[in-house]
Every structure is written in structure tokens, then in C-alpha cells.
């Protein structure tokens, strides 16, 4: 197996706490005293501990005190482990989290303030919210949607540096997946080759790549059969593997024998279109611009003869239950700029085949992470 590069360090304190810096600057201008953070994502962010969705769990993050979390006591030893703070209040099984998290608030003394929540939290549900507002009488409690979400589009280079090595892992888990296929093999062969190059490259994630293959090839968000690979198939793969979570994205087709002239031409053309969006994604750059580029191309090719979904949205990290992260996407009428250090996942796909990137904005225009070369292979 070949060597891999050394990996980065794990986050310093220093990061977080210009994170905090940032946040509370934003908290700041919408008066807000406390924030509860409770989407697994910034909970990452902020503290380093992301906490499991069997119960609820908070982060609470004061204008000018150091953050506390609300945890289950049968994870206090991963806070601990993760967490660049120590301060937490546990709770046990037998208790109401959302109690505990609003008598916190109270014990802090936040009871009477302005409190603010992501309502657009996978985790704050309907109940949920309406519950702490129950048990807030005396707070004003306030909207602090998508906010994080925007926070998080430029990466920093320690970010950069774990989409990085995700990038390399999608390399290694597809060109094992291509070694594995051929005619007379099962799908979950390759699959089962795909997943142990990723855990054998640090991927620490379980469902760590989209498979499917003949009929099925183009239906990219596909659930894993069983067919038998035969001559003439398209196997399609996208390794979606996340490293410290963070994650890289990657498409790319094989051709199980000989790949005939039409399919040849077609892959040689949405790489070609693709590669002209790419060096167009710079810094300053009108999303719908960028779109466009294969929006049109793809149409005017008559590869397409429609094209309805998005051809690009952001990469980074990411949690359960939201593996795809919409904050910005790529649509004809996405009027957004870009900006340096931005990370997408680029794709296109037709006739059974697609091709996807792991791009970074850079001045020279879109950086690949993912470097498998782009081509119909077989």
C-alpha cells in the first residue's frame, strides 16, 4: 500500500476561540446574551465534541463567558476527550434534557435574556423548542438561523488540510473499487474493496461510498443492489469518505469491457465542459455564472436534453443526519459570489455516467483536491 502523507494536526485552541470571537461579534449586533447550539455541525465547530442524536444535547455559548455544554453523563468521557473546554453539566438517563439545559440557562443567569436558537436545527424540533420557551417565561427567545451555516463557508487551512486528505481517500477508495470490478463480479464485492481501502486510509466514517452499476448507473443516489457485473456495464462510483469530519466528494465511471465510441466522446465532453467551470471559480465569481457554464454546455452538447438539479454545492464538515451541505448551491438562479478558500463538490452527469470534483477557490480559479485522473475508465 502506498505510503500516506503525514496527517494534520488536530484543531488548536487558538482556532476555536477566534471562531467564538467571531460568533459572539454577530451575537453582539443582534443583542444576544446566550446562544444554544444544538446542530451537530457547530456543535463540531465551537467545541471539538459532536454528541449523538439519541438524546438531546446542547452547547451554550454566553456573549462573555466561556461556553458550557449540556451532555448525556454516558458521553461525558468523549467530551472530555474531544472538547477543548471542560466546562459541562451531565445529566443522567432518567432526566429531561431539555430541563436541564433550561435550568443551566437559569443557574448561568440567562433565565431573563435574550436567548437565541438555530429553528433551523435538525435537533431543535417543533416540541423541542416549544418546550424551552416553556421553561424560559422570563427569556425572549430569538431566531439565529443559517447564521453558523454562512459562518463555516471559507476554510481555514487546517480545514483545507482535512479535506485534503478526505480528497486523497476518494482516490485510493475508487481506484480500488475499479481494480475489484469486472465482468463476473458482484456490486457488493466492489463496495466491500471500496469500504476497506477508506478504512485503511482513515476515513472514519461508515457509509463511506455511493455504488451502482449497469441500469442502475445513472440513479446517483442509488442504494446498493446485488447485480453481477457484466460487458457492457457503466459502474458507477462516489466515494464520500470524511476524515475528523470533514468530507471529500468524488464521481467517476468505469466501463466493464471496452466502453463504445459514444460513450467515449460523452465522458471526453463533460470533462471538457467541467474543466472550463472549474478555471471559472474564482474568487469574486457570480454563482450563476459558474453554474452556467455547464448548464448551457451540457444542453447545447445535446448530452441533456433537460437539466433540473444543482451542479455544485458545499463541501466541508458535515454531520448526520444532513450529509449534504445546501448552504450555497449552484442553480441558474444562484446570485451569490464566490469567495477564496470556498469548497464544493462540482458535478455533471449523462448517459449513465458522471464525473465530480472536490473544488477550492483559489484566484487562479477552481482547485482540485480530488486527483484522480478525469476519464472514462476500463
Not at 471539538?48 to 446542547?58: E, H, K, L, P, W
Not at 474568487?283 to 455564472?289: L, S
Not at 482547485?367 to 484522480?372: D, I, V, Y
Request: proline fraction near 6%; aromatic fraction near 8%; charge should be negative.
Amino acid at each position: 500500500m502506498t505510503q500516506r502523507p503525514p496527517l494534520p494536526p488536530p484543531f488548536p485552541v487558538d482556532e476555536y476561540c477566534s471562531r467564538l470571537a467571531a460568533l459572539r461579534i454577530i451575537m453582539a449586533e443582534r443583542h444576544i446574551d446566550l446562544l444554544v447550539v444544538d446542530q451537530f455541525e457547530h456543535m463540531v465547530y465551537f467545541s471539538g465534541y459532536r454528541s449523538t442524536a439519541a438524546t438531546y444535547q446542547a452547547l451554550l455559548i454566553p456573549l462573555d463567558q466561556q461556553p458550557v455544554a449540556v451532555i448525556r453523563a454516558l458521553d461525558a468521557p468523549i467530551f472530555a476527550e474531544k472538547s477543548w473546554f471542560a466546562d459541562h453539566v451531565a445529566y443522567a438517563d432518567n432526566e429531561n434534557p431539555i430541563k436541564v439545559v433550561t435550568e443551566t440557562i437559569k443557574a448561568r443567569g440567562f433565565g431573563s435574556s435574550v436567548v437565541g436558537v438555530e429553528r433551523d436545527s435538525h435537533f431543535l424540533t417543533v416540541n423541542r423548542a416549544l418546550e424551552i420557551e416553556s421553561l424560559l417565561p422570563s427569556a425572549r427567545i430569538v431566531d439565529f438561523s443559517r447564521v453558523m451555516w454562512e459562518m463555516r463557508q471559507v476554510k481555514s487551512p487546517l480545514e483545507l488540510a482535512c479535506l485534503q486528505v478526505a480528497a486523497e481517500i476518494c482516490g485510493r477508495t475508487a481506484a480500488a473499487a475499479f481494480a475489484a470490478a469486472g465482468p463476473g463480479i458482484n456490486e457488493r464485492e466492489v463496495f466491500v474493496a471500496m469500504t476497506s481501502e477508506a478504512w485503511r486510509s482513515g476515513a472514519d466514517n461508515a457509509q463511506v461510498a455511493v455504488l451502482v452499476s449497469g441500469p442502475r448507473s445513472g440513479a446517483l443516489h442509488a442504494e446498493i443492489g446485488g447485480r453481477t457485473l457484466a460487458d457492457g456495464d457503466i459502474l458507477h462510483v462516489e466515494p464520500v469518505p470524511y476524515f475528523r469530519g470533514y468530507t471529500s466528494r468524488m464521481m467517476r465511471p468505469k466501463s466493464i469491457g471496452t466502453p463504445i465510441d459514444e460513450q467515449l466522446r460523452a465522458s471526453e465532453t463533460m470533462i471538457r465542459i467541467q474543466d472550463e467551470q472549474f478555471r471559472g471559480m474564482r474568487p469574486g465569481a457570480n454563482a450563476k455564472d459558474v453554474d452556467r457554464i455547464v448548464r448551457e454546455g451540457m444542453l447545447a452538447s445535446g448530452l441533456r436534453d433537460s437539466y433540473t438539479n444543482i451542479t455544485g454545492y458545499t463541501l466541508g464538515l458535515s454531520c448526520a443526519p444532513r450529509y449534504s451541505d445546501f448552504t450555497r448551491v449552484f442553480l441558474a438562479d444562484s446570485d451569490w459570489l464566490l469567495a477564496e478558500n470556498q469548497v464544493f463538490h462540482m458535478y455533471t452527469s449523462a448517459h449513465g455516467m458522471a464525473f465530480s470534483e472536490t473544488i477550492v477557490v483559489t484566484p487562479q480559479g477552481g482547485k482540485r483536491l480530488t486527483q484522480m485522473e478525469r476519464r472514462l475508465s476500463f
